[in-house]
């Protein structure tokens, strides 16, 4: 496992941006996947986004397909997720998650390292 902090979430209206970070303890292994679950009150988790370690590759729910962007700092060990165009139906405590990457990777039961999590709420 690895060992996940995130920052950034907030309270914002709608149609408004909102970064998240999330900082890994070790430096991340080529075959991992790094991304973010989000669980929104009442509804059970929901992939959002992954991002393949060695490739770059780029994975979205549809949800979020062009107002979410995922994108990494190698040197830092870190993964970010730009939320554009927020939408009250965007409030959910976000996860970071990691593990190595698979075709399963819009199960979240296919990751084993998870963050705190980080609150954002959009008001509408």
């Known amino acids: 496992q690895v060992q996940l902090v995130e920052s950034g979430g907030g309270l914002v209206q709608a149609g408004g941006s909102l970064r998240l970070s999330c900082a890994a303890a070790?430096?991340?292994?080529?075959?991992?996947?790094m991304g973010w679950v989000r669980r929104a009150p009442g509804k059970e988790r929901e992939f959002v986004a992954a991002?393949?370690?060695?490739?770059?590759?780029?994975y979205y729910a549809d949800s979020v397909k062009g107002r979410f962007t995922i994108s990494r700092d190698s040197a830092k060990n870190t993964v970010y997720l730009r939320m554009n165009s927020l939408k009250p139906e965007d409030t959910a405590i976000y996860y970071c998650?990691?593990?190595?990457?698979?075709?399963?990777?819009?199960?979240?039961?296919?990751?084993?390292?998870w963050g705190q999590g980080t609150q954002v709420t959009v008001s509408s």
């Open positions: 991002l393949r370690w060695n490739f770059g590759a780029t």
């Open positions: 070790v430096r991340i292994p080529s075959t991992y996947a």
């Open positions: 998650v990691a593990d190595r990457f698979s075709s399963n990777y819009m199960s979240d039961s296919q990751y084993d390292s």
